[in-house]
Protein backbone atom coordinates (compact mmCIF):
# COMPACT_ATOMS: atom_id res chain seq x y z
CA UNK A 1 0.00 0.00 0.00
CA UNK A 2 1.34 3.82 -1.03
CA UNK A 3 2.31 5.29 2.20
CA UNK A 4 3.61 9.25 2.57
CA UNK A 5 5.18 9.64 6.37
CA UNK A 6 5.92 12.85 7.40
CA UNK A 7 7.81 14.08 11.01
CA UNK A 8 10.19 16.70 11.99
CA UNK A 9 7.70 19.08 13.42
CA UNK A 10 7.43 20.71 16.36
CA UNK A 11 7.37 24.39 18.19
CA UNK A 12 10.20 26.51 17.40
CA UNK A 13 11.05 30.54 17.58
CA UNK A 14 10.87 32.48 15.11
CA UNK A 15 14.03 33.18 13.21
CA UNK A 16 14.66 29.48 14.02
CA UNK A 17 14.76 26.50 11.68
CA UNK A 18 13.26 23.20 11.66
CA UNK A 19 13.66 20.16 8.54
CA UNK A 20 10.66 18.01 7.91
CA UNK A 21 11.07 14.65 6.28
CA UNK A 22 8.54 12.56 4.08
CA UNK A 23 9.22 8.78 4.17
CA UNK A 24 8.03 7.02 1.13
CA UNK A 25 6.84 3.51 0.93
CA UNK A 26 4.97 0.87 -1.02
CA UNK A 27 5.62 2.03 -4.62
CA UNK A 28 8.12 3.52 -6.88
CA UNK A 29 8.01 7.22 -6.07
CA UNK A 30 11.57 7.78 -7.48
CA UNK A 31 9.45 8.02 -10.52
CA UNK A 32 6.88 10.70 -8.99
CA UNK A 33 7.18 14.42 -8.31
CA UNK A 34 6.33 14.90 -4.70
CA UNK A 35 5.35 18.06 -3.24
CA UNK A 36 4.79 20.20 0.03
CA UNK A 37 1.73 21.30 1.17
CA UNK A 38 0.44 23.47 4.70
CA UNK A 39 -2.56 24.69 6.03
CA UNK A 40 -3.50 27.00 8.81
CA UNK A 41 -5.74 27.31 11.32
CA UNK A 42 -8.86 28.84 9.08
CA UNK A 43 -7.15 28.66 5.99
CA UNK A 44 -6.99 26.72 3.06
CA UNK A 45 -4.44 24.74 2.15
CA UNK A 46 -1.79 25.95 -0.06
CA UNK A 47 0.79 24.70 -2.00
CA UNK A 48 4.44 25.48 -0.33
CA UNK A 49 7.57 23.98 -2.67
CA UNK A 50 7.31 20.57 -5.51
CA UNK A 51 10.41 19.26 -6.75
CA UNK A 52 10.49 16.67 -9.88
CA UNK A 53 11.56 13.13 -9.49
CA UNK A 54 15.40 13.25 -9.96
CA UNK A 55 15.14 16.58 -8.37
CA UNK A 56 15.99 18.65 -10.92
CA UNK A 57 13.44 21.12 -10.78
CA UNK A 58 11.93 22.88 -8.22
CA UNK A 59 9.18 25.19 -7.70
CA UNK A 60 8.32 27.29 -4.23
CA UNK A 61 5.82 29.66 -3.10
CA UNK A 62 7.06 33.42 -3.33
CA UNK A 63 6.61 33.69 0.88
CA UNK A 64 9.11 30.95 1.50
CA UNK A 65 11.51 31.44 -1.16
CA UNK A 66 15.21 31.97 -0.18
CA UNK A 67 14.14 30.61 3.39
CA UNK A 68 12.80 27.03 2.37
CA UNK A 69 15.20 24.59 0.48
CA UNK A 70 13.46 21.38 -0.83
CA UNK A 71 15.13 18.09 -1.52
CA UNK A 72 15.20 14.27 -2.12
CA UNK A 73 16.72 11.35 -1.63
CA UNK A 74 15.59 8.55 -4.17
CA UNK A 75 17.78 5.83 -2.51
CA UNK A 76 16.44 6.41 0.94
CA UNK A 77 12.29 7.43 -0.60
CA UNK A 78 12.70 10.43 1.34
CA UNK A 79 12.29 14.10 0.53
CA UNK A 80 13.05 16.99 2.89
CA UNK A 81 11.80 20.61 3.50
CA UNK A 82 14.77 22.45 5.49
CA UNK A 83 12.73 25.83 6.76
CA UNK A 84 15.07 28.77 8.06
CA UNK A 85 14.64 32.17 9.33
CA UNK A 86 10.66 30.61 10.50
CA UNK A 87 8.22 33.08 10.82
CA UNK A 88 5.12 33.13 12.99
CA UNK A 89 2.82 32.69 9.57
CA UNK A 90 4.68 29.44 8.84
CA UNK A 91 2.88 27.96 11.30
CA UNK A 92 0.20 25.06 10.35
CA UNK A 93 0.03 21.42 9.55
CA UNK A 94 2.40 20.64 6.52
CA UNK A 95 1.59 17.15 4.35
CA UNK A 96 3.85 16.09 1.48
CA UNK A 97 2.13 14.74 -1.61
CA UNK A 98 2.75 12.52 -4.52
CA UNK A 99 1.91 12.80 -8.68
CA UNK A 100 3.08 11.74 -11.19
CA UNK A 101 3.72 14.66 -13.40
CA UNK A 102 5.60 17.58 -11.96
CA UNK A 103 4.01 20.15 -13.73
CA UNK A 104 0.17 19.17 -13.99
CA UNK A 105 -2.87 16.97 -12.67
CA UNK A 106 -3.69 15.93 -8.80
CA UNK A 107 -1.92 14.68 -6.01
CA UNK A 108 -2.65 11.61 -6.07
CA UNK A 109 -1.46 10.67 -2.46
CA UNK A 110 -0.96 12.45 0.85
CA UNK A 111 0.62 12.15 4.30
CA UNK A 112 -1.13 12.71 7.13
CA UNK A 113 0.98 15.90 8.09
CA UNK A 114 2.92 17.04 10.54
CA UNK A 115 2.31 20.05 12.94
CA UNK A 116 4.46 23.56 12.71
CA UNK A 117 4.12 25.87 15.33
CA UNK A 118 6.22 29.12 15.13
CA UNK A 119 6.11 31.03 18.22
CA UNK A 120 6.30 35.08 18.31
Known amino acids: QAQLEESGGGLVQAGGSLRLSCRTSGRKFSTYALAWFRQAPGKERESVARISYTGGSTYYTDSVKGRFTISRDNAKNTMYLQMNSLKPEDTGVYYC?????????????WGRGTQVTVSS
Open 97 to 109: AARFDYELGEYDY
